[in-house]
């Protein structure tokens, strides 16, 4: 009982962490509802990249608020009654745009992000998924010079963390990817990014490796979490009544954590969900994308994925499990067929997710307080893909008392859950 481990979540953050802590000796279980990486973890861009230390409330979206607060723009959307009924939320996650936070924010999630880069690599070869990997960065594209100008803040931050960029002009980035439309006058190559064909993919990889190694994954709803009345293990009842015992538990169940917290745990976690669309495109006239690419303007990321070319969206900030509401994808492509040529969908509907965000846009990483065993990693908002491995890392370091690779406080759950 005491080397076991129940990991609840079978996304990229749970899976690895069921790797870590069984490279580690621990008898590790996984549960989730749906198979591994078929969720949260399936529809991301796949970018691993380290410019992602860049939270969505820095200092500069006070500038960018009134515009997209119209709810107008294809990069952000809302639902006014979620916001009014998260306003302690939307409050805390504005307050949090301060400097400080900001600098604590980029050096804690940079940190998380150079872990997790390597970690990743690692994974990706022991998993027999290597050949996924791409190792050739990912663009920022600006529409107009007004634009790049405005992004001078985030360049200023790559430059102080050491990320290697370049700057390119148009007849540049026409050299690097002659099949975008001359529609940008300047674009960022962030040179120090990896990116992978199939997020999903990756995950199940992950996951096979893992049970490859002895362990075991349980594809069932869960319907309660208990510690047992000696204090010394946690039970894990599935919804049909089958119980689990473990001497430790992870929680890692992404935007699902929130619901569950408070029902079986009695916790509230302050977490919004920014809800994102993707599509899958052909392309015309046999166009190529080498990278992927980020249309600041436009307000979507265009990835080459085994599926087709990936088109995904920026933020909605609505419930998690609200309908489907297709107006910013529907922008998002048309602002992208001005730039690449799309060819028709390929899916027949479009993918929905929702990434778990915390007020400081940093995941809780670590010990639950005042519940022994229970360990808490989620609220990876854009960024689980980017930092999953990371994030396993430095949870099994704190699991086992050993050294952790950098200081994890500002990841400390006693933030919000006190």
């Known amino acids: 009982m005491k080397n076991t481990v129940a990991v609840l979540g079978a996304g990229i953050v749970g899976v690895s962490c069921a790797l870590e802590l069984q490279r580690r000796g621990f008898n590790v279980t996984v549960f989730d509802r749906t198979a591994p990486g078929s969720e949260t973890s399936y529809g991301n861009a796949g970018v691993i990249a380290r410019s992602s230390l860049m939270p969505f409330n820095h200092p500069g979206l006070w500038a960018t608020l009134p515009r997209l607060l119209k709810n107008k723009a294809a990069s952000f959307r809302y639902d006014p009654l979620f ?20 600098h604590e924010t980029t050096a804690a999630l940079d940190a998380l992000i150079r872990l997790s ?27 107009s010079e007004e634009g790049f100008r405005g992004s001078q803040r985030a360049r200023e931050t790559f430059e102080n963390f050491g990320i290697s960029t370049q700057v390119l002009d148009a007849r540049a980035l026409a050299d690097l990817e002659p099949h975008l439309k001359p529609l940008f006058p300047r674009a960022l190559w962030i040179r120090d990014t990896a990116s992978v064909d199939s997020p ?41 009544g089958a119980a689990h015992e473990a001497s430790r538990v992870v929680l890692a169940l992404g935007p699902w954590t ?90 027949e509907k479009a993918w929905l997710g929702s990434r778990p965000t915390l007020p400081d846009s940093r995941p809780i990483i670590g010990e639950c307080p005042g519940r022994p065993g229970l360990w808490l990693a989620f609220g990876h908002q854009h960024i689980g893909f980017n930092t999953g491995p990371g994030t396993a890392a430095l949870l099994g370091s704190m699991m086992t008392a050993e050294a952790c690779a950098f200081d994890p406080a500002p990841f400390r759950a006693s933030r919000y859950l006190g």
């Open 83 to 102: 916001l009014a009924k998260n306003l302690p939320w939307a409050l805390s996650f504005l307050a949090n745009t301060r400097a400080a936070v900001f």
């Open 200 to 240: 999903g993919r990756v995950v199940e990889a992950y996951a096979r490796l893992f049970t490859a190694r002895g362990g075991r994954i349980v594809q069932a709803s869960i319907g309660g979490l208990r510690r047992s009345a000696t204090g010394d293990a946690w039970h894990v009842t599935e919804e049909g």
């Open 258 to 347: 929130r619901e569950f917290a408070k029902k079986a745990l009695g916790l509230s976690v302050p977490m919004a969900f920014e809800r994102g669309y993707h599509m899958h495109y052909g392309a015309a006239d046999g166009a190529t994308l080498g990278r992927p690419v980020y249309d600041t303007g436009g307000g979507y990321v265009l990835s080459s994925m085994e599926q087709g070319l990936r088109l995904s969206t920026g933020v909605q900030l609505a419930d998690r499990a609200a309908p489907p509401d297709l107006v910013q994808l529907d922008l998002a492509e048309q602002a992208a067929r001005e730039a690449f040529p799309l060819d028709t969908r390929l899916d």
């Open 117 to 143: 880069t390597a970690e990743h690599q690692r994974l990706l070869v022991e998993a027999g998924a290597a050949h996924r990997l791409r190792m050739n960065g990912w663009l920022f594209l600006y529409r």
